[in-house]
Each structure stands twice: as C-alpha cells, then as structure tokens.
Nanobody
Framework: QVQLVESGGGLVQAGGSLRLSCAAS????????MGWYRQAPGKQRELVAV???????NYADSVKGRFTISRDNTKNTVYLQMISLKPEDTAVYYC????????????????WGQGTQVTVSS
C-alpha cells in the first residue's frame, strides 16, 4: 500500500522557522499534485499550498510570502518551508498527494499523511 509520513513539526517562537517534510512510499506508480492542509482547533481545514507534478505552486493568501512548497520527485517527497511564523499558523499540518498505485493503475487517489503539530508561541 501507499503511505505518507510527515515530519518536522514542533514548537517555535513567533518569527521562527520550520521545515515540514512528507515522504510517500509504497507501491507507487506516479505522483501528481502534492500539498498541505492545516487545521486549527475550532477552525475550518485550510488548504495551505499545492504543487503540481511540473512544479507550479499555489498558496493560501494567509501564507503567501512566508511559506514555500517544494518537492523532490526522486524521493516522492514534498516539503513546506515556513518562515516568519505567526501564532495563527498554529495547527496540525497534513500533507496529501494524488497518487496512482501499482495496484490501481488508471485510478488516482488522494493519500494523506498522519498530521504533524506546529505550535507557534507569542
């Protein structure tokens, strides 16, 4: 099966930086778009950033200029570099990826990471 494993979350002070990583593994045939959602307590889940297989990116207005999404296709890994972090960035961050598995050729399914906590203190 396919799994996405996240890492890089933690506690930082406002103005600090974190780099999240999310590695997809398993019986992967191809990976299309990858991205990150976040969800804070009592808040709607928010699409933070998306990167296409060709490297085009899109960001939520709330993170533009501060977050950078990137990917390493040789490692099936997506990253989220976060700088100038604010307390309102505090959330659980979930990576996701559109993946075609070897067991389901012709079907692209969205897989999710387990979530990693990012806490920004003031």
């Amino acid at each position: 099966q396919v799994q996405l494993v996240e890492s890089g979350g933690g506690l930082v002070q406002a103005g600090g930086s974190l780099r999240l990583s999310c590695a997809a593994s398993g019986s992967i045939f191809s990976v299309n778009e990858m991205g990150w959602y976040r969800q804070a307590p009592g808040k709607q889940r928010e699409l933070v950033a998306v990167i296409t297989s060709g490297g085009s990116t899109n960001y939520a207005d709330s993170v533009k200029g501060r977050f950078t999404i990137s990917r390493d296709n040789t490692k099936n890994t997506v990253y989220l570099q976060m700088i100038s972090l604010k307390p309102e960035d505090t959330a659980v961050y979930y990576c996701w990826a559109q993946i075609t598995s070897l067991q389901a050729m012709g079907y692209m399914y969205v897989y999710w990471g387990q979530g990693t906590q990012v806490t920004v203190s003031s």
